[in-house]
C-alpha cells in the first residue's frame, strides 16, 4: 500500500519514514508541507494512508486530509498534533491520533489497521479522539460527525466546546448524544460560529460523557468506552527500542 507522510521538521520525518521502511512492507514518501502533498496527490494514481502532522507553518492536517480524501476515495489518515501525549485526558484504545512523543508501536498497529481496510471504506475515527484533538490542539470552528444516518454537529472556539447540536437536542444534552456514537467520520470547518451554550470545560463534559455511556453500556455487558486515565500515569514499555518514542530533539 502506498502510504504518503506530510511533516514540516525534517528530522521527525525521517525517523518516521524510517519506521515504515524498516517494519512495514508499504511504499512510503515523505513531503514537507499541504502545498507539496496536494502536488504529490495529482502526480500518483493511488495513496492509501495519510500521516499527517496536524498543524505547522506550512502544513494543515485537518484540511489536507480532507482535499486528499477527495483525490484517493477510501484513503485512511492518521493524525500528529502538536501537543504532548501526557495532556490528554482520555485513552482511546485503536487511536488514529498520536502527539509527541510518538508511540511508534501503537502507531505500525494504527497503520497497519489502516491498511487492512476495505477499498473504499469510510476514514472512521473515535468521536472521543476527534473531540480532544480538536480541543487540545485549541482548535475554533464546527465539527461535523456523521454516524450512519446520524448527523450532528459541535462547535469550538480556542480549544473549548461551545456548543453542540444533533437532530432532537442541543447544548450540553446534543454533546453527551454525539459523544456515544463511537466510532464516525467527521468534516472539519474553522470558518463557521456557534452560539455559546455549554460552558463546562472540554474534558469533564467528555468524562461525563464516557461515564454516562458506559453506565449505560453495562447492561449489555459491553463497555463502550476506555475509562479516563490521569494524565501522570505511566505509558506502558515499548516492544520495539529506537522509535518507542518519536520526537524532536
Given at each position: 500500500?502506498?502510504?504518503?507522510?506530510?511533516?514540516?521538521d525534517a528530522e521527525v520525518g525521517g525517523q518516521?519514514?524510517?519506521?515504515?521502511?524498516?517494519?512495514t512492507e508499504h511504499d512510503c514518501d515523505l513531503?514537507?508541507?499541504?502545498?507539496?502533498?496536494?502536488?504529490?496527490?495529482?502526480?500518483?494514481?493511488?495513496?492509501?494512508?495519510?500521516?499527517?502532522?496536524?498543524?505547522?507553518?506550512?502544513?494543515?492536517?485537518?484540511?489536507?486530509?480532507?482535499?486528499?480524501?477527495?483525490?484517493?476515495?477510501?484513503?485512511?489518515?492518521?493524525?500528529?498534533?502538536?501537543?504532548?501525549?501526557?495532556?490528554?485526558?482520555?485513552?482511546?484504545?485503536?487511536?488514529?491520533?498520536?502527539?509527541?512523543?510518538?508511540?511508534?508501536?501503537?502507531?505500525?498497529?494504527?497503520?497497519?489497521?489502516?491498511?487492512?481496510?476495505?477499498?473504499?471504506?469510510?476514514?472512521?475515527?473515535?468521536?472521543?479522539?476527534?473531540?480532544?484533538?480538536?480541543?487540545?490542539?485549541?482548535?475554533?470552528?464546527?465539527?461535523?460527525?456523521?454516524?450512519?444516518?446520524?448527523?450532528?454537529?459541535?462547535?469550538?472556539?480556542?480549544?473549548?466546546?461551545?456548543?453542540?447540536?444533533?437532530?432532537?437536542?442541543?447544548?450540553?444534552?446534543?454533546?453527551?448524544?454525539?459523544?456515544?456514537?463511537?466510532?464516525?467520520?467527521?468534516?472539519?470547518?474553522?470558518?463557521?460560529?456557534?452560539?455559546e451554550t455549554i460552558s463546562k470545560p472540554w474534558?469533564?463534559?467528555?468524562?461525563?460523557?464516557?461515564?454516562?455511556?458506559?453506565?449505560?453500556?453495562?447492561?449489555?455487558?459491553?463497555?463502550?468506552?476506555?475509562?479516563?486515565?490521569?494524565?501522570?500515569?505511566?505509558?506502558?514499555?515499548?516492544?520495539?527500542?529506537?522509535?518507542?518514542?518519536?520526537?524532536?530533539?
Open positions: 500500500m502506498q502510504l504518503l507522510i506530510v511533516h514540516d518516521l519514514m524510517g519506521m515504515v521502511q524498516d517494519y513531503v514537507e508541507s499541504d502545498e507539496a502533498g496536494l502536488r504529490w496527490g495529482r502526480q500518483h494514481a493511488r495513496c492509501g494512508i495519510l500521516l499527517a502532522q496536524l498543524e505547522g507553518p506550512a502544513v494543515d492536517g485537518l484540511t489536507l486530509g480532507g482535499s486528499l480524501g477527495e483525490i484517493f476515495p477510501g484513503l485512511q489518515t492518521l493524525f500528529l498534533p502538536a501537543y504532548p501525549a501526557v495532556e490528554r485526558r482520555l485513552e482511546i484504545t485503536k487511536t488514529k491520533v498520536f502527539p509527541e512523543p510518538i508511540d511508534g508501536e501503537r502507531l505500525l498497529e494504527a497503520i497497519e489497521e489502516a491498511a487492512a481496510a476495505r477499498p473504499g471504506a469510510p476514514d472512521f475515527f473515535h468521536v472521543m479522539d476527534v473531540l480532544q484533538m480538536c480541543c487540545l490542539s485549541g482548535r475554533s470552528g464546527a465539527v461535523q460527525i456523521v454516524k450512519q444516518i446520524q448527523s450532528g454537529i459541535i462547535y469550538l472556539r480556542d480549544g473549548r466546546i461551545v456548543h453542540a447540536d444533533s437532530a432532537a437536542v442541543r447544548g450540553t444534552e446534543a454533546l453527551l448524544d454525539i459523544s456515544g456514537w463511537g466510532l464516525v467520520e467527521f468534516a472539519y470547518d474553522s470558518s463557521v460560529r456557534g452560539p474534558d469533564e463534559a467528555l468524562i461525563q460523557a464516557v461515564v454516562r455511556h458506559n453506565e449505560e453500556s453495562r447492561e449489555d455487558g459491553e463497555q463502550k468506552f476506555e475509562e479516563p486515565r490521569a494524565t501522570d500515569a505511566v505509558p506502558p514499555p515499548k516492544k520495539r527500542g529506537f522509535f518507542g518514542a518519536l520526537r524532536r530533539s
